[in-house]
């Protein structure tokens, strides 16, 4: 049974930084890309990046240049760092993981809230 679990929200000014955690158990795909969602409320979830084992990343638009994830194949931890937060950025933050059956899996999120 795969889990994961996000940590590192919170509150921050306009500008600031944060960095997201989510730590893996269990046996994910090697094959599929861990991956960061957000949701604003009133909005449908969207995806914000997404990592390969092999470290091939990519971004969503409105965050490219400012959010950088990464990950620690040896810790089962992948990590979200945001700088020059915006307002916009507000919204529970996901995991996400696909096992090697190409079950869905996601964390429980965690709050990032921007103040202006």
């Known amino acids: 049974q795969v889990q994961l679990v996000e940590s590192g929200g919170g509150l921050v000014q306009t500008g600031g930084s944060l960095r997201l955690a989510c730590v893996v158990s269990g046996s994910i795909s090697n094959i599929n890309p861990m991956e960061w969602y957000r949701q604003a409320p009133g909005k449908e979830r969207e995806r914000v990046a997404f990592?390969?084992?092999?470290?091939?990343?990519n971004y969503a638009d409105s965050v490219k240049g400012r959010f950088t994830i990464s990950r620690d194949n040896a810790k089962n931890t992948v990590y979200l760092q945001m700088n020059s937060l915006k307002p916009e950025d507000t919204g529970v933050y996901y995991c996400h993981a696909y096992d090697n059956s190409w079950r869905s899996y996601w964390g429980q999120g965690t709050q990032v809230t921007i103040s202006s």
């Open positions: 990592i390969y084992s092999g470290g091939l990343a």
